[in-house]
């Protein structure tokens, strides 16, 4: 059984561009989260994915969306990229939802915005 | 808003020595609680969780943590450091009717020979 992977692992971009991040859950998992980690911060909520269908969203605007596929993998997309979404986005997996289940984390990827 | 707060961005302590990682939440309902560990470059990982039941949970690697109500704390504590803990640790709460996780901004421990 794999562990939850994330690619790619490092991403630059200049603002303004949209950019897609790319996660794939253990297997059997029906919930898919991710979080926005900014440098020297805990991880903060953007959204969940039950079932693929979005099921809880924190305090993040409109041009952050996501998918979840059948397949257990998810993406991440950004928008109209601003310098301040430079951070660390973890994808994080879990039998049920994220706020009871243990979650599996993958190791995340550095997006840089210039 | 809820809201956890771990006191201490860095703690150092020597190798033998106790570990105590200080979080208290604002809720005026038991949320769920959660203890994650993150070591240079690597996800996160669950050390323990409190969900119902016995107010003190044992994690892995040792450590544990006790859920006080009447303090709105659950701090984290290890008798004994090794220099294999050295990472990141992040509190989080599942605030009551929500499936989302809030963590805390991390304490940092550093272990010393």
């Known amino acids: 059984e794999t562990g939850v992977t994330q690619s790619p692992t490092h991403l630059i971009k200049t603002r303004g561009q949209q950019v897609t991040l790319r996660c794939s859950s253990q297997?059997?998992?029906?919930?898919v989260s991710w979080y926005q980690q900014a440098l020297g911060q805990g991880p903060q909520f953007i959204f969940q994915?039950?079932?693929?269908?979005?099921?809880g969203r924190g305090n993040f605007p409109p041009r952050f969306s996501g998918l979840q596929f059948p397949n257990y993998s998810s993406e991440l997309n950004v928008n109209a990229l601003e310098l301040d979404d430079s951070a660390l986005y973890l994808c994080?997996?879990?039998?049920?939802?994220?706020?009871?289940?243990?979650?599996?984390f993958g190791p995340g990827t550095r997006l840089t915005v210039l | 808003a809820q809201s956890v707060t771990q006191l201490g961005s860095h703690v150092s302590v020597s190798e033998g020595a106790l570990v105590l990682l200080r979080c208290n939440y604002s809720?005026?309902?038991?949320?769920?609680l959660f203890w994650y560990v993150q070591y240079p470059n690597q996800g996160l990982q669950l050390l323990l969780k409190?969900?119902?039941?016995?107010?003190l949970v044992k994690g892995i690697n040792g450590f544990e943590a006790e859920f006080k109500k009447s303090e709105t704390s659950f701090h984290l504590t290890k008798p004994s450091a090794h220099m294999s803990d050295a990472a990141e640790y992040f509190c989080?709460?599942?605030?009551?009717?929500?499936?989302?996780?809030?963590f805390g901004t991390g304490t940092r421990l550093q272990v010393f020979p």
């Open positions: 994080a997996s879990s039998l049920g939802l994220a706020g009871v289940d243990e979650q599996f």
């Open positions: 297997s059997g998992h029906n919930t």
């Open positions: 994915y039950y079932r693929e269908e979005e099921n």
């Open positions: 809720s005026s309902v038991p949320p769920y």
């Open positions: 409190y969900t119902t039941g016995a107010t």
């Open positions: 989080a709460v599942t605030p009551y009717n929500t499936d989302k996780l809030i």
